[in-house]
């Protein structure tokens, strides 16, 4: 006992001493955390909260234009500019010049066209229902379509977004002129009222989170980024564990120690205690910071509503697990360049297999698969299970399997190779 | 080979050592005994196997072959339980450059098991009798190469052994390290301390040693008083006679 807490009070001076291992320990994460769920959290609200800027040029000679326009406005999604004077051939450069993410340029016969569409579906229809004997007299002109311009830096899914929001609006239009047509055809001078409110209150779509309980948890940038990282920080100690294993056997320290029976086991466990608890220091600060100081400056608040003696159990074995790795890689290493190296890469390369970056459901099916051999993706799925769909032990089982046959491998490889060196 | 008239600590018979991926021996068919109180030098080329041959003294592993035998004080010991009465000083510098040198010995004196009131005391009177009681409390990254070697020696000590292993205890030291050094080990063989040294300095090894083996190819190739061996070889200093014996062949 003597011996492991002389091996403890000596590893907690080494690692007070070591300004800059504690700050790839500390303050790499905080960093790390702090500026990956700001820039997402812009990006989030870019898609689900900011407006679009939009440029509109609206040259229409009829009423659909500004129906239309009236339309983007009621949608919330839009800030609208309304530059109706802007040339076509000017349109796109004022777009940019004024930077607007998107420009809509509303042709002068835009009307014309969705009236003459409306009239034709609406005679073919009448005409299909035998309503009407005569065969369809209008038809449809498209010669000048909406013109929509784009800023070029803008990512694939902000347009696709922008493109589903002015499809369904405009298909709304639409409707309402078809359905305007269809009753003018019928000799009716407008929609009667009461069809026009049954229209306007239709809606087919109840949305709500899948979750093992009534709990509702919102998947934000917080409620991924605090655990995945938490978790990469927690595995990067390979840098300052597996180097201190490296250094300390190369400088000759661990020859001393087995010349002193038990002393090098004692030293051993003494590493392992001790970044156990930098390791929940890690978890401590970082889910402190989501919890308390994200709201403060207006990320969204970390929510934990799961059991906490499973989250901190599972923390636990994270933990274990992130150590086992590092002493593993520390001992194998022939010297701190190899650990180093080594280290980071792994880990680099788990963290991206294992979801932390991006989701593992939008890889390829085959690095799906690939994502089961990294540690960092099982911890991950652990904190979802806890975060977000409000898991209980039962479905913490999986991870927890993994993470301690993978702790376990690692401690054995461990402890074969100190075994061959004799230091055992 | 002359023994001298003292009792025996180590007894190695008919020694082998291979390693797995070896394919030639590091040590073959050895004979030898460590006397008690004696200041014994192994001299040797570059992969001759001293580094083995000084890692099965102190019971770091076992031979391939052949018996080790460890008695002190008419006890025989295991080689786990022998190790608690041996000192080992590497050439490396084994400590802790970050912490300061009390903090190394602490350290090393709790590892031993040594009650700290006790400890204490040996660490001041180490620090003193090694001149380092002014910088007790400096890291050692702020020492000197000699006073780093030094400390090292001072770790070695820590446990009162009754056999005291040194590998290159002066390389790279000033004449007054080296000076300290040598007037501390001399003092601890008068108390009686064993003293198993390897060093390339072969000057300073004539002047300190009492008996001298000379390893090559994993073997003992002479093993006697150094008087003896110049006599016998016909040879003017140890120097000579190492090249006499192992010839002018680069080994590296």
């Known amino acids: ?424 | 080979m002359e023994a001298p008239n003292k009792s025996v600590i180590i007894e190695i018979t008919n020694l082998l050592k291979k390693y797995p991926k070896s394919e030639v021996n590091s040590l073959n068919n050895i004979d030898f005994c460590v006397f008690k109180g004696e200041k014994v030098g192994l001299f040797g080329p570059n992969g001759a196997g001293k580094t083995t041959f000084i890692s099965l003294l102190c019971a770091l592993f076992e031979p391939s072959k052949g018996t080790i035998k460890f008695t002190l004080n008419n006890q025989h010991f295991n080689p786990k339980a022998f190790r608690k009465h041996i000192g080992f000083v590497p050439q490396e510098f084994a400590f802790y450059e970050e912490l300061t040198a009390y903090q190394n010995l602490s350290y090393f004196g709790a590892l031993c098991e040594i009650p700290s009131d006790i400890l204490k005391e040996k660490i001041n009177t180490l620090l003193s009798k090694l001149g380092l009681s002014h910088v007790k409390n400096a890291k050692l990254t702020t020492f000197s190469g000699g006073m780093k070697r030094r400390i090292n020696l001072a770790i070695g000590l820590l446990n009162d052994p009754e056999i005291l292993f040194l590998d290159e205890p002066t390389v790279g030291v000033d004449i007054q390290s080296k000076t300290a050094i040598f007037s501390l080990l001399n003092e601890l063989n008068s108390q009686g301390k064993t003293i198993v040294y390897t060093s390339h300095h072969l000057k300073e090894a004539e002047d300190f040693c009492n008996r001298i083996a000379l390893i090559d190819t994993g073997s003992i190739i002479a093993c006697d008083t150094l008087e003896n061996l110049l006599i016998e070889n016909n040879v003017l200093d140890l120097e000579q006679l190492l090249l006499t014996l192992t010839g002018n062949q680069l080994r590296d």
């Open chain 1, 1 to 424: 006992m003597k011996q492991l807490l002389a091996s403890i009070k000596k590893e907690f001076f080494i690692l007070l001493n070591d300004k800059i291992g504690l700050a790839l320990l500390f303050i790499m994460p905080v960093l790390l955390v702090l500026i990956i769920t700001i820039v997402q959290d812009s990006a989030f609200k870019v898609v689900n909260e900011n407006k679009f800027s939009l440029l509109i040029v609206n040259k229409d000679s009829g009423n659909s234009g500004d129906s239309l326009i009236s339309l983007l406005e009621k949608s919330g999604n839009f800030e609208l500019t309304i530059k109706n004077t802007t040339k076509k051939s000017d349109f796109s450069k004022v777009t940019l010049a004024n930077k607007h993410l998107f420009g809509i340029y509303i042709p002068t016969n835009f009307s014309a066209n969705l009236s003459g569409s409306a009239a034709l579906l609406s005679q073919t229809m009448l005409s299909a229902f035998g309503a009407i004997e005569e065969e369809p007299i209008v038809t449809a002109q498209r010669n000048q379509p909406l013109e929509v311009v784009y800023d070029p830096i803008l990512q694939e899914n902000i347009r696709f977004t922008f493109s589903s929001s002015l499809a369904t609006i405009l298909k709304g239009l639409e409707n309402k002129i078809v359905l305007e047509s269809l009753f003018k055809e019928m000799d009716f001078q407008e929609i009667p009222a009461e069809i026009r409110k049954q229209i306007s209150h239709q809606s087919w779509i109840k949305e709500s989170i899948a979750q093992e309980n009534k709990t509702a948890v919102l998947p934000n940038s917080t409620q991924h980024n605090v655990p995945a990282w938490t978790i990469f920080a927690m595995f990067f100690m390979v840098i300052s564990l597996g180097g201190n294993i490296v250094k300390e056997r190369n400088a000759g320290s661990f020859i001393r120690l087995q010349t002193i029976p038990s002393a090098f086991i004692a030293a051993v466990y003494s590493k392992i205690f001790v970044f156990f608890i930098v390791a929940l220091l890690q978890i401590l600060l970082l889910f402190a910071m989501g919890r308390f100081l994200f709201p403060i400056i207006g990320l969204p608040v970390l929510t934990i509503n799961s059991s906490m003696l499973a989250l901190v159990l599972f923390s636990v074995l994270a933990a274990f697990s992130a150590i086992s790795y590092a002493m593993c890689v520390g001992t194998y290493a022939k010297t701190q360049e190899q650990s180093n190296g080594f280290g980071a890469v792994s880990i680099i390369i788990f963290a991206a297999i294992g979801g932390i970056w991006v989701p593992t459901f939008v890889m390829p099916d085959y690095m799906q698969s690939l994502a089961l051999i990294s540690p960092l993706h099982w911890c991950l799925d652990g904190y979802y299970t806890l975060f977000l769909k409000n898991g209980g032990w039962k479905d913490l089982l999986a991870p927890i399997s993994y993470l301690l046959t993978f702790s376990s491998i690692c401690q054995l490889l461990m402890l074969l190779k100190l075994k061959k060196q004799h230091y055992i």
